[in-house]
């Protein structure tokens, strides 16, 4: 059969992305231009901002990812593109690319769930890796527990009923004047800290499948003021360290009780917190005592990116998906 090129665009928040990829699971290019600097100043990512820079950016992105796969535009077979969920200004920016293009080259266009985009970066990251398994999605937008039956077949297990797990990161960060995105950086100051120096509480909600991290959050807050009415220092470190350790505790155990209770051998990680050093080590861990085998993308894959949009892309056009040019921005899109 003849190799099927994918050309993938994705401009869902504050990263303007395009890839190639050779018959969905083989990246030939994937760029990355990320306006974290820009919105840094502002403590997040301002809307209006994101849309401007991706249609500065979207043309040189797409360029630089066919230049660098080594292709030419006639030899793309397919254009895959986020429809959401995201910023609806910033979604707009890549599917009106994309339609433009797919339009221009005679080409199908395939509108990817963005949330699909980042489980299926495991298919990139592990060329063996087949439905079923359980997922972790785990972002700044979404906290979601997926039983993946087949490809593009999705069961919803749990939710978060209340913060983004990568959004409770970000806002205890923000609490402790640490900088944006908070993720990472809360992340690098952990491995200084003692994770049981200050006991926060684990939302297990009655052991189902859902998630809150809206308790946890007040409880770091309330801690911070605390200290600060005190005029005690705050440790940092010590902070950092116990606040990951309640979250992962939370999100690692969630994802391996379901995949040994749904009796699947394999549970996937997947979103920007799937970057996180605790939760990755400590998923790990849970996995083996259970039998449960883990797979998570390398951290370039966890962020936002476009070649996960087109690996998910081309399963859906496999599956016989194509749409048409009034295919529009749904930015509360559910998987
Ligand atoms: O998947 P992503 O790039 O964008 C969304 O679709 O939301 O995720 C971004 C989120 C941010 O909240 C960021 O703080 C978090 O992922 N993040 C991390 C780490 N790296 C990124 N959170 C914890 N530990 C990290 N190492
Ligand atoms: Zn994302």
């Given at each position: ?16 992305a ?52 080594g ?84 069961e ?12 409770a ?55 911070l ?13 010590d ?25 699947y ?71």
């Open positions: 059969m003849k190799d099927l090129i994918t050309l993938a665009i994705e401009s869902s928040c504050d990263e303007t395009a890839s190639v990829l050779k018959n969905g699971r083989e990246v030939l290019s994937n760029i990355i231009s990320t306006q974290i600097d820009i919105h840094k100043k502002f403590g997040g990512v301002v809307p209006e901002v994101a849309s401007r820079k991706h249609v500065e950016n979207i043309d040189i992105v797409v360029q630089q990812a066919i230049d660098e796969a292709i030419e535009m006639n030899d793309i077979d397919m254009i895959a593109v986020t429809y959401g969920p995201g910023l609806v200004g910033a979604l707009l920016v890549g599917l009106s690319y994309a339609k433009a293009m797919a339009y221009a080259l005679d080409v199908p266009l395939v509108g990817v769930n963005h949330i699909e985009g980042h489980l299926s970066a495991n298919y990139i990251a592990h060329k063996e890796l087949e439905p079923p398994f359980v997922t972790l999605i785990v972002s700044g937008g979404h906290t979601h527990l997926v039983e993946v039956k087949d490809y593009g077949e999705y919803i297990l749990g939710r978060t009923r209340d913060d983004a797990s990568g959004e990161f970000d806002k205890v960060a923000r609490a402790m004047e640490l900088g944006y995105p908070g993720g990472p950086i809360i992340d690098r100051l952990a491995k200084e800290g003692d994770p049981k120096a200050i006991e926060f509480p684990r939302a297990y909600i009655d052991d189902g499948y859902d998630f809150s991290f809206s308790g946890i959050k007040s409880a770091v807050l309330n801690y003021n605390a200290k600060r009415m005190k005029k005690e220092e705050i440790p940092v470190a902070v950092a360290a116990s606040f990951q350790d309640a979250v992962t505790d939370v999100l690692a155990s969630k994802a391996v009780k379901a995949a040994s209770e749904k009796g051998k394999t549970v996937t990680l997947s979103g920007g917190v799937a970057s996180n050093s605790g939760l990755r080590e400590k998923i790990q861990k849970f996995g083996e005592e259970k039998g449960v085998d883990v797979k998570f993308p390398p951290p370039v894959l966890c962020t936002d990116n476009a070649a996960m949009i087109g690996c998910a892309g081309y399963y859906r056009y496999l599956k016989g998906r194509v749409d048409g040019m009034d295919l529009n921005a749904v930015p509360n899109l559910q998987i």
